[in-house]
């Protein structure tokens, strides 16, 4: 029985709720580290080490290059463990304008300077994006992949029709209007952006009628582009469904609900770290 831990560094604990309700793995893979279940000091000797948080603190720092040592296969889980999460929003400076903040300093444990995914410290095999990632996703790591099939980008996964003559004027917002059934947020003025994100997560919030906001990161066509040429792509999306200005949109694009998500799409293209190969993203 193939055994796996998880590693919880600086986070909210979504993604390990989100593989507790993965419950087919139970009865067919061996979950010996948890902290959120199950209470053992260190990380043991493992096949799987699933990493979910951002390196906030020196005590994170110490647990991930001890627990790496221990496992066979690495794999960053969700938007914080893969771009910083929340945490990270103040040391970017492309989203730094955006944002005014006034930060106490607590000193158990210390913190460091700025808030880092894994990869800036270890090697990871496998990244496995989301806030969180599905339950399913869980089961494709662990799995291994085997009959996991995912779409190239969230649109296709989300199954609402588009149209050719409902053009919306001007954006929506979020959590405003009335959320029309079966119809394509675009096309209802809600800023979407499935078609520039990866599929696998089967589009859970386009489908509820919330628009995409890029939780899953890029697509493979996107990886290992420079910013400019993904926002370019969603924009071009928008001119083709909507008559909404491009400023408007460039605006929105740019705007504080999206940071998160949005501007964490360049951090697989490289810069300060390595590429991350579409080859090592599920």
């Not at 955006?98 to 106490?104: K, T, V």
């Not at 806030?131 to 799995?143: H, I, K």
């Not at 989300?158 to 959590?175: A, E, I, N, W, Y």
Request: hydrophobic share 40%; with cysteine; glycine share 8%.
């Amino acid at each position: 029985m193939k055994r796996f831990a998880v590693l919880q560094l600086s986070g909210c604990a979504g993604c390990e709720v989100s593989l507790i309700n993965a419950d087919e793995w139970v009865n067919r893979f061996e979950l010996v580290y948890m902290p959120l279940v199950i209470s053992v000091y260190d990380v043991p000797e493992v096949d799987v080490l699933l990493i979910s948080g951002g390196v906030r603190t020196d005590e994170d720092l110490y647990k991930l290059r001890q627990a790496v040592r221990r496992a066979r296969q690495v794999v960053a889980v969700g938007t914080c463990a893969i771009s910083g999460g929340v945490a990270n929003l103040g040391d970017r400076d492309e989203v730094r304008e955006l944002f005014l903040a006034g930060a106490q300093r607590y000193h158990v444990p210390r913190l460091l300077p700025k808030s880092h995914p894994v990869d800036s410290y270890v090697h990871v095999d496998l990244y496995l994006p989301g806030c969180p990632p599905t339950s399913e996703l869980f089961m494709a790591v662990l799995d291994e992949g085997r009959e996991f099939k995912a779409s190239k980008i969230v649109c296709q996964e989300c199954g609402r029709t588009k149209l050719r003559d409902m053009r919306p004027t001007s954006l929506v917002g979020f959590q405003r209007g009335h959320v029309l059934p079966d119809i394509c947020l675009i096309n209802q003025g809600y800023l979407c952006v499935g078609s520039s994100t990866r599929g696998g997560c089967r589009a859970p919030c386009p489908r509820a009628g919330h628009p995409c906001v890029g939780c899953r990161g890029p697509s493979d066509v996107f990886i290992e582009q420079e910013s400019a040429v993904w926002l370019k792509s969603i924009k071009r999306v928008f001119a083709s469904m909507t008559e909404i200005a491009e400023q408007e949109i460039d605006e929105a694009l740019r705007s504080p609900q999206l940071a998160l998500f949005l501007f964490q799409f360049a951090d697989y293209a490289g810069g300060e770290r390595a590429v991350r190969p579409k080859e090592r993203v599920l």
